[in-house]
């Protein structure tokens, strides 16, 4: 991702900037709590589910079976939006994800889930492991990556930034 190329306040009743280095500081460590994938089904109906996401060199990735409800989506239409809860404020993202196909990109997203807890395997450009959420679909799951467009941060505050 690039960096940060406009920030606006849009909080109504006048609480100070948030700043983008203080979200990406709580991003790369691993503050998130829960991520939400929102996408949009043929019939323009949306689909919401709980993802296993990591930022990851300034991009958000997560994986997904590829028979799931929001893997057909991305490949029809890639066009999402990702929430996370991070600790005293919700940043939403906007953008369009792609699968992954490079090897050594999901070796190293497996090397990050196997840090953070959950003891994933790259298989060629996908990960395998002993289990998952049930959202995720069976294995062996696709790696997506999202590099966002924009987002909007809200808590104790509200800003909105768009990215070069």
Same mark, same amino acid.
């Given at each position: 991702?690039?960096?940060?190329?406009?920030?606006?306040?849009?909080?109504?009743?006048?609480?100070?900037?948030?700043?983008?280095?203080?979200?990406?500081?709580?991003?790369?460590?691993?503050?998130?709590?829960?991520? !939400?994938?929102?996408?949009?089904?043929?019939?323009?109906?949306?689909?919401?589910?709980?993802?296993?996401?990591?930022?990851?060199?300034?991009?958000?990735?997560?994986?997904?079976?590829?028979?799931?409800?929001?893997?057909?989506?991305?490949?029809?239409?890639?066009?999402?939006?990702?929430?996370?809860?991070?600790?005293?404020?919700? =940043? #939403?993202?906007?953008?369009?994800?792609?699968?992954?196909?490079?090897?050594?990109?999901?070796?190293?997203?497996?090397? =990050?889930?196997?840090? #953070?807890?959950?003891?994933?395997?790259?298989?060629?450009?996908?990960?395998?492991?002993?289990?998952?959420?049930?959202?995720?679909?069976?294995?062996?799951?696709? =790696? !997506?990556?999202?590099?966002?467009?924009?987002?909007?941060?809200?808590?104790?505050?509200?800003?909105?930034?768009?990215?070069?």
């Amino acid at each position: 991702m690039s960096a940060v190329a406009s920030a606006e306040n849009i909080d109504l009743y006048g609480s100070p900037d948030i700043a983008w280095s203080g979200v990406l500081e709580l991003l790369e460590a691993g503050g998130a709590q829960r991520f !939400w994938l929102a996408t949009v089904d043929a019939d323009g109906a949306p689909h919401l589910n709980g993802i296993g996401a990591r930022w990851v060199d300034g991009v958000l990735f997560f994986k997904s079976g590829a028979r799931t409800r929001k893997s057909r989506n991305l490949e029809r239409d890639g066009r999402c939006v990702i929430s996370a809860e991070l600790p005293d404020f919700d =940043v #939403t993202f906007t953008g369009t994800a792609v699968r992954v196909t490079d090897e050594a990109t999901v070796q190293r997203l497996a090397d =990050v889930y196997a840090a #953070t807890g959950w003891p994933a395997r790259a298989k060629g450009s996908q990960l395998e492991a002993d289990y998952s959420a049930p959202t995720a679909g069976p294995p062996p799951w696709d =790696v !997506w990556t999202m590099a966002p467009e924009s987002a909007v941060g809200l808590g104790v505050g509200a800003m909105r930034w768009r990215f070069a």
